[in-house]
Every structure is written in C-alpha cells, then in structure tokens.
C-alpha cells in the first residue's frame, strides 16, 4: 500500500513532462508556421518591387543609425522595445547581420533554415509588410520625365537615379482629410529636402516642422517649386550598405500642396548669400557652382513656408544615389594597395596615432642618442671612402 502513491506520482509526473513536451513542441510549431507565412509575405513584397522595398530598408537602416534615432526612427519596432526602453544594441545588431535582399530571397526558399534568420524576417517582415501605409512604387525611367514637369520645375536640375510614387490608401485618415481640404481649392506641386534619417519618419507620419531646421524664414515646412532650390537641402547620408540602389543615398519629397493663404507664406524671397550657407551640406560639392548659377537672374528664389503640415502630401519620392570615390580608383595592384593601406588607417584610428606618436618618440630618441651619433658618423666615413674609391 505505502508503494502505490510513489507509483501513482511518478506516472503523474511522467504525464506532466509529456504534456509539457507537447506544449513547447506545439508553440514551436506554431512560430515556425508563422515564420513561413511572414516568409511568404515578404516574398511576395519583393518579388513585386525589389527597388521599393530596398530603398524603404534603406530608409529604416539610416534612421536607425543615426545619433538623433528618438525623433527619426519613428514608428519604433515594438520588438525592441523592453520595459519601455529601446534596446538600440540589440535592433543594430540585427540589422548588420541582415545581407543583400537578394540573398535573403533565396533564404527564403529554404524552410528548414528559417528558424535560423528569425530575427532577420521578424524586422523585414515588420518594416516592409507591417508598415504597408503607404506603398512606394517604383517609377519607370521613361516616366520620370513627366513626374517632373507635373512641379513645373527648372529642367536644368540634375535629374535623380530613382523616383518612387508614395500610394497612400483610401482608408487613410489623413489622405481623406487632405482630399476634404482640397476642395474648392487648386493643388500644385512642390519640392521639400530634408535629411536621408529623416525620411523614414516623413514616409510613415508626413512632413512635420519639428524635422525642419531651417528657421531662415520662420517656422514651417519649406517647399520650392524648383527642384535646384530644394537640391541643398536635401542632406546626403550613408543608408544601408548591402543595397542595390546605393549606399550614399539623397532624398527630396515631391509633395501635392493644396493652394490657400491659410497656413502658407507665399513667395518668400531668399538671396543667393544665404542660399550659399546650405549649399555647404548639400548633395554633392560638384554640383554647388552649377545650383549657384542657376538661380534666377533678379539675385532671388522662391519658397512656400507651410505651417499647416495638413495641406501638404508627399507624392513622390526622388533619390539621388553615388557611387562612393574609392570605388571609382583604377584598378591597379598600386593603387589597391594604397586604398588599401588607407583604408585601413581609417579604420583603425587609435592604432595609428600610437604607432605616430611610438615613431616620433624613437625619432627624438635616436636624435639624443651619442652611440647612434657615433655610428652614424662612421658609416658616413665609410660612405665617404667607398665613393671615393669608386671615382678614382
């Protein structure tokens, strides 16, 4: 009798360890099904659009990065987020291990590996499915001329590599206040610049004052009906490596205003001394002589000062992407050594300046040094004699 309750406890035991078993296996299963269904929806985002999808990464990855991450990476990946603190170590983490889209499609063929590349689809699956609203589309090279004349703009501007249509839906809140603003109102066209981090906030919430730091003519979001005006404004910045548009990326909003003098400041001339301050930091340095020369002849340019952030949609998005310099370098063995050797000093800073600093203090001891002294005078002695020698 006193064996039969430690009999009955351990086959209760048993059953709990079975039950358990069954549990985990069972919610293991059910995150690798949920795992091939986010895998199926990512293939189908980037089979439909690999370039609106690489530059919307691309966006997600700058923003991330940079120092100012609380204003630019918003929406911020819940994921990420552990007792209300952002782990930025752990979503960078993540985000370096991610590689070529390209190859995560064929990763994406492979359902055993999967569980693998969690974390990966996870952050894709959120960034590029999750955050549907709105759609980018990519525009056709022989498109793109037409978009642009829709602004009206100056058609000696540099042309951008890409342009990426922003598809709001019709559900979209905001997009049906903005249509019942439009109203007995007409609509034209305008070009905002703003830093690459930015753009991932401007593409998920609109253009906001708080992302202008331009004040030079009050607060607002700037708009420009030329494109050469807007060009300094629009920052380049480095957005992620692996992508197949480029990874020194620039971005101007092309936006649909609605035409009231309510919450617009119209025609605000600038002078061509102030527009030189931003041309500093703009796209490119080859390209401020050529934006310097093309401002109107009368010394001035024009621009909107929105301050009501609800007349304005972002339309289109144009990027400019360059090649970066050190792969521009001939391909010879000499200069791939030197681009090597100083890419390496780049990288590693501290190392250089002690190894700078280690040789100057040998210098001066070796110039203090009496023996070194000694033996360099008689190598010059025998220098001496053998060159003599040589001349007789």
């Not at 090279?141 to 009206?152: T, Y």
């Amino acid at each position: 009798m006193d064996g039969e309750p430690e009999a009955l406890s351990d086959t209760a035991t048993n059953c709990n360890l079975a039950s358990a078993s069954e549990t985990l296996s069972d919610n293991n299963q059910a995150k690798l099904d949920s795992l091939e269904k986010k895998a199926v929806h990512l293939r189908l985002v980037l089979e439909k659009d690999f370039k609106a999808a690489d530059i919307k990464w691309s966006l997600f990855v700058a923003a991330a990065f940079s120092f100012r991450y609380e204003s630019c990476l918003r929406p911020f990946p819940p994921a990420f987020l552990k007792n209300g603190v952002k782990d930025m170590d752990d979503l960078l983490s993540i985000i370096t291990d991610v590689p070529a889209l390209d190859l995560v499609l064929q990763q994406l063929d492979n359902l055993d590996n999967l569980s693998n590349i969690s974390d990966i689809i996870d952050l894709l699956f959120y960034v590029l499915v999750r955050l549907k609203e709105p759609t980018l589309k990519t525009v056709p090279v022989e498109a793109q001329e037409s978009v642009l004349m829709n602004a009206n703009s100056n058609m000696s501007a540099p042309k951008p590599q890409y342009i990426f249509q922003v598809v709001n839906s019709c559900k979209s809140t905001a997009e049906a206040k903005w249509k019942e603003l439009s109203k007995n109102h007409k609509i034209f066209y305008a070009y905002h610049g703003n830093r690459l981090e930015n753009f991932y906030t401007i593409l998920n919430f609109g253009l906001q004052q708080h992302l202008n730091k331009n004040t030079l003519l009050g607060n607002g979001v700037y708009l420009s009906p030329d494109l050469n005006i807007t060009l300094p404004y629009s920052h380049a910045g480095f957005g992620w490596g692996a992508s197949c548009i480029g990874g020194h990326l620039s971005c101007i909003a092309m936006c649909e205003v609605i035409d009231t003098p309510e919450g617009i400041n119209y025609q605000k001339p600038v002078s061509n001394e102030a527009f030189a301050r931003f041309v500093g930091d703009g796209v490119y340095e080859d390209d401020k002589s050529k934006l310097l020369s093309d401002q109107s002849c009368d010394g001035q340019m024009t621009q909107y000062v929105v301050t009501n952030c609800d007349l304005v949609r972002v339309r289109y998005m144009l990027v400019y992407a360059k090649q970066p310099a050190s792969m521009r370098f001939p391909t010879t063995s000499v200069n791939r050594n030197a681009g090597g050797f100083r890419q390496w000093f780049s990288r590693h800073k501290l190392i250089s300046i002690l190894l700078g600093y280690g040789l100057m203090l040998a210098t001066i001891g070796f110039a203090n040094n009496q023996p070194i002294h000694y033996y360099y005078k008689i190598l010059l002695k025998k220098l001496d004699i053998a060159y003599s020698s040589v001349k007789v």
